[in-house]
């Protein structure tokens, strides 16, 4: 039996979610779709098995279109995170130069990843398209002295040529990726994270501190809380709420069961692997912790008398 996924993306071809896509292995049936949206539509539908989508840019933080979709549009669950560091550069037709760009193409969260840049072009206008590599086909369409912002693998793929490389605000500058199917929960690792969304049953001085303090009384890291507007009036928020540990772990499972009795609703958004460069690490670091915790445990129970 074939083991190829039907995987959908934010497309097309040459985006970094493409880039993202490339690190799932190579057993796969990659399918791009226009908008965020649409590849939310499609994972829902059953038209693909999981999706890519991003969720979060270390310049520009969440991405809204994503995160509002999986709240408000749709029932799925993050399945696995990737994080790639994102390489911008300016991009136009063979014979355009620098100082002939008239406007710049690109994913609104691009051109916010390079105002230092675009600062230092006077009199280049910008102009917003549906993804970074959406810009580069439409550059490398265009008659005009125009240039796109977009990857390394854009260029090639669309026959540019690069003005200017690295113009990205911060060296650092990384992009985490979500895959999100309809129903699966990964096993726990010994490094994982969940993520939830807390709906207050009012707005009442201390529902915050009524939140968080479920983490706190259970020793619960949390390594991200935004609020988000519910779209039922000014001033009605959610929190979006992710920390360290797996719906598995039986007290994450408890916070979660303490949150959902005392709150409208909890929406359960994932519980996933860590990843990054010291995701392999810390896993292991996490399981020899956990493994003398148990032996120690044990030493002590066989002293417990008949």
Known sequence: MSTVRRVGFFGPVGTFTHEAVATLGDDLDAIPFPTIADVL???????????????????????????????FDHDLFIEREIVIPIRLHLMARDGVALDEVTEVWSYSHALAQCRKFMSSLPGVQVANVGSTAD????????????????????????????????VEDADDNETRFVVVGRSRVPRPTGHDRTSIVCFQDADRPGSLYGILGRFAARDLNLTKLESR????????????????????DDVIADCLADLQAHLARVKF????????????????????????????????RSKVSD
């Open 41 to 71: 539509d499609a994972v829902a539908n059953g038209d693909v098995e999981v999706g890519v989508v991003p969720i979060e840019n270390a310049i520009e933080g969440t991405v809204s279109a994503t995160i509002d979709g999986l709240l």
């Open 135 to 166: 810009a580069a086909r439409a550059v490398s369409q265009s008659d005009a002295p125009v240039a796109a912002l977009a990857s390394r693998a854009a260029a090639s793929t669309y026959g540019l040529h690069i003005l200017a490389e690295d």
């Open 269 to 300: 958004l994932g519980s996933y692997p860590v990843t990054g460069e010291a995701a392999v690490t810390r896993r292991d670091e996490v399981g020899a912790a956990r493994a003398s915790a148990r032996a120690w445990i044990h030493e002590i």
């Open 229 to 248: 507007p519910t779209k039922r009036g000014l001033g009605d928020y959610c929190f979006v709420i992710e920390f360290d540990g797996h719906v598995a």
